[in-house]
């Protein structure tokens, strides 16, 4: 009897070891250098001081960004990063913490669904695609809407695909509810997408529905969206004019927005941002044919997977404004279809082992080799000397991750593996030179140069010139002396930069009113300045000395009152 279960027990053992190896790694990978890395402008230096702003103010209903109001997206990624930022601090790890638990509440998700409706291996290899996936941990680690708005249209578009099973309301009203603060998230794409995913699959599927309209579930998703639209509105009459006209239609049927690329642009974000995952839909797709056919019976989950993949491409392809990110919500049906095919057959995983061990080589041979000629290639002595030092050390990660997805070719544990380890080994691998474009892009070491030489609290002056993240490491807003808002990364602000500049307390001045500052400096101030406008550097460094010069801007002062040294 012993004999008879001991190899039983053994194989249980390994494999719990097996996978809780990968998932290490792959939890590991998410948090990696997001305490460390600084925070990058414009995106991440925006939406960390709107919520930094949140907390010093006490409003979390209404978004300020260097203390004028930023209405360019809603409000709940802003108080979720608010809420973060007042519990831990106003630290790089507090800001992109909502990030990373949004991004594990999806994987949470992906893996509840698939064993409820696929199988239990599938449903534990979705979570891994998922985590593992290079735009899944991209995004997770920025602090950026997308990873946040992942987890509510994840959530509604299962509620509403598991409403169909059911008569009652319940899942209707969490799909409804769930889209709502989606919508509260990025605005109405939020409501777009689930809606376009459940409309189809009743199409297809030949269900009624107008089932989906229930008035119930409509009535909570006015509940969750309105409150906060009509206290917008109360203080901000032009906001349903900038909401739906400038920032919903421009943007998606206008160039206005400067974002247009070529049709193929969020198909190539879509496979690469999914690989090595997505080859396994194009090496299963005998198993999704056979799922389509069968669409109104055992086939259906996989059906409203696959119509889950495809409405976002499709609408985000015709969009004339497109952005990496807004395929992401895409990304857990990609990996929920992949879990599924690679458990069910044994070849397609052979085949997307070999793919992955193909890719892997050819990205390690030229890194390996390459690196020096890349490094060459890149700006920043930063970073050209990280890419230098660290790049063969990848390449040699790739190679040895090559080998394991060839084993994978006879071995399934090592196929699985090869598959994880890819973009795990990858990411890792490239640590620091995220850290040296982190510090490239950010304006960390600037701050720490003026708090270095001037007293807490000093006022910053930007002559024509704006770093997002600056007013987040000073702990205070930024003046900017400009003839132009544009120097200040915000639609809104742009948009209402006169009315906002005749606000009292502004910090929107007249581009000639830094020079009155700098002859009465009333408080201790330093002067922001771009490289290369000569005239402002002249007179700034005549008078003040320089602080710090980085290779766009350079920071003089500090001024005393009187104007003198």
């Not at 939406?47 to 004028?68: C, K, Q, T, W």
């Not at 106003?90 to 064993?115: K, M, N, S, W, Y």
């Not at 979570?127 to 735009?135: E, N, Y």
């Not at 006015?222 to 239609?249: D, G, K, M, Q, S």
Request: contains cysteine; glycine residues 8%; aromatic residues 10%.
């Amino acid at each position: 009897m012993p004999n008879d279960t001991r190899p039983a027990r053994t194989g249980t053992l390994t494999a719990v070891v097996f996978w809780t190896i990968l998932w290490a790694l792959a939890l590991y990978t998410v948090f990696d250098g997001t305490g460390s890395v600084a925070l990058m402008d414009p995106d991440e230096g925006r939406n960390s001081e709107v919520a930094r702003e949140m907390v010093v103010r006490g409003d979390y209903l209404i978004p300020h960004f260097n203390g004028l109001p930023y209405l360019d997206k809603p409000v709940f990624f802003f108080a979720a990063t608010a809420g973060s930022i007042k519990a831990l601090g106003a630290t790089e790890l507090a800001a992109r913490l909502p990030g990373i638990l949004f991004t594990l509440a999806t994987v949470a998700l992906v893996i509840g669904f698939g064993r409820r409706y696929v199988d239990r291996s599938s449903a534990l290899l979705a979570g891994l695609a998922l985590v593992t996936s290079p735009l899944v941990l991209a995004f997770s680690r920025l602090v950026i809407f997308d990873a946040t708005m992942m987890f509510w249209v994840t959530l509604s578009a299962i509620a509403f695909h598991i409403s169909w099973k059911h008569e009652g309301p319940g899942w209707r009203l969490l799909g409804w509810a769930a889209a709502g603060f989606a919508v509260l998230t990025k605005g109405p794409v939020g409501l777009v997408l689930p809606l376009l995913i459940s409309v189809a699959e009743g199409l297809v599927c030949r269900d009624r529905v107008r089932r989906l309209f229930h008035p119930a579930g409509i009535a909570l998703f006015v509940l969750v969206v309105a409150p906060w639209f009509f206290y917008v509105v109360h203080h901000h009459p032009e906001f349903p004019h900038y909401a739906f006209i400038r920032e919903t239609f421009e943007r998606v049927a206008t160039d206005s927005m400067k974002r247009t690329g070529p049709p193929w642009y969020i198909l190539v974000f879509l496979v690469g941002g999914s690989f090595p995952w997505f080859p396994a839909l194009l090496f299963g797709w005998r198993h999704l044919l056979e799922s389509w056919r069968e669409r109104a019976a055992a086939g259906r989950t996989e059906v409203f997977l696959m119509l889950w993949i495809l409405i976002p491409l499709v609408f985000f392809s015709l969009s004339q404004s497109k952005r990496p990110g807004y395929i992401l919500p895409a990304i857990p049906a990609v990996a929920l279809l992949a879990g599924r095919i690679l458990c069910k057959s044994p070849s397609t995983l052979r085949y997307a082992a070999a793919t992955a061990a193909v890719a892997a080589a050819v990205l390690g041979a030229l890194l390996l080799f390459g690196s020096d000629e890349l490094a060459n290639r890149v700006r920043g002595d930063g970073i050209a000397a990280a890419v230098r030092q660290d790049g063969p050390v990848v390449g040699g990660l790739m190679l040895a991750v090559a080998v394991l997805a060839g084993i994978g070719m006879r071995v399934r544990e090592a196929a699985i593996a090869g598959l994880v380890l890819l973009p795990v080994a990858f990411v890792v691998g490239i640590q620091p030179v995220l850290d040296e474009v982190g510090e490239r892009r950010s304006a960390r070491a600037l701050a720490d140069a003026i708090k270095a030489v001037a007293p807490d609290g000093t006022r910053v002056i930007g002559v024509s010139a704006f770093m997002p993240s600056l007013p987040f490491y000073m702990g205070r807003p930024t003046d900017v002396a400009t003839d132009s808002a544009k120097v200040i990364p915000s639609n809104y602000i742009n948009e209402y930069a006169q009315a906002l500049a005749a606000r009292p307390g502004s910090t929107l001045h007249p581009p000639a009113w830094w020079q009155q500052e700098l002859e009465t400096c009333p408080e201790p101030t330093v002067f922001l300045v771009r490289n290369g406008n000569e005239a402002e550097e002249g007179t700034l460094a005549s008078r003040l000395p320089l602080i710090m010069s980085t290779h766009r801007y350079s920071v003089y002062g500090p001024c005393v009152q009187g104007g003198e040294r």
